[in-house]
């Protein structure tokens, strides 16, 4: 059983215009979300992050939202550059537990930037 | 700085082999995580370490399957014996407490079981 989904397997946007990726979570105990990107041969990277005490983070081009009732978040990257595109992978673990635990990832979602 | 180095970056073996994947975390990080990823799967938390403690390996598959970290610069996962569905992408990660939750991985060791 997934606690972290990501429904679309792959996103294709246009350069210049707006990505919006989609994450959503079953575990109501999760209260730490990441993104990680990765490149073909290469090891996920960080890229940003939210704790459930906030409902956004930003961080240059990309900001990442929210939905803690709906469960729910998602990544923004505006404007999408080419080199944006990549394997998405949004995780969450449960840190205010006091536990330090692995994080949970969703399977992906790969973006493609059309030039 | 050096990230987190895995060793071997790809490894074709034969079923009923011994598969041993190396692992150094980034100095100064005291968490360790064993990560494969499959198609079908994504990436599934094997086993991690903290302060070189196992401290938990439900996602562990069989007991073919083990992992040790006997200091704080070094692990392996071993496979043995080794079986075709067993092929995958090996990560290894690692964290310092205090930092967030976040992880940082090696570049993955391709395994390839025929």
């Known amino acids: 059983d997934q606690q972290v989904k990501q429904n679309s397997p792959s996103l294709s946007v246009q350069e210049g215009r707006i990505s919006i990726l989609n994450c959503d979570y079953t575990?109501?105990?999760?209260?730490?979300f990441l993104w990680y990107k990765k490149y073909p041969a290469e090891g996920p990277t960080f890229l940003i992050s939210i704790s459930s005490i906030k409902d956004k983070n930003e961080d240059g081009r990309f900001t990442v939202f929210l939905n803690k009732s709906a469960k729910h978040l998602s990544l923004h990257i505006v404007p999408s550059q080419p080199g944006d595109s990549a394997v998405y992978f949004c995780a969450a673990s449960a840190v205010s537990g006091g536990g330090a635990d692995g994080l949970t990832f969703g399977k992906g979602t790969h973006l493609i930037i059309q030039p | 700085d050096a990230g987190v180095i895995q060793s071997p970056r790809h490894e074709v073996t034969e079923m009923g082999q011994e598969v041993t994947l190396r692992c150094k975390p980034i100095s100064g990080h005291n968490s360790l995580f064993w990560y494969r990823q499959t198609m079908m799967r994504g990436l599934e938390l094997l086993i991690y370490f903290n302060n070189n403690v196992p401290i938990d390996d439900s996602g562990m598959p069989e007991d073919r399957f083990s992992a040790k970290m006997p200091n704080a610069s070094f692990s392996t996962l071993k496979i043995q014996p080794s079986e075709p569905r067993d092929s995958a992408v090996y990560f290894c990660?690692?964290?310092?407490?205090?930092?967030?939750?976040?992880?940082?991985f090696g570049e993955g060791s391709w395994l390839t079981v025929v």
């Open positions: 990660a690692s964290r310092r407490r205090g930092s967030g939750n976040t992880i940082y």
């Open positions: 575990n109501s105990m999760f209260d730490y």
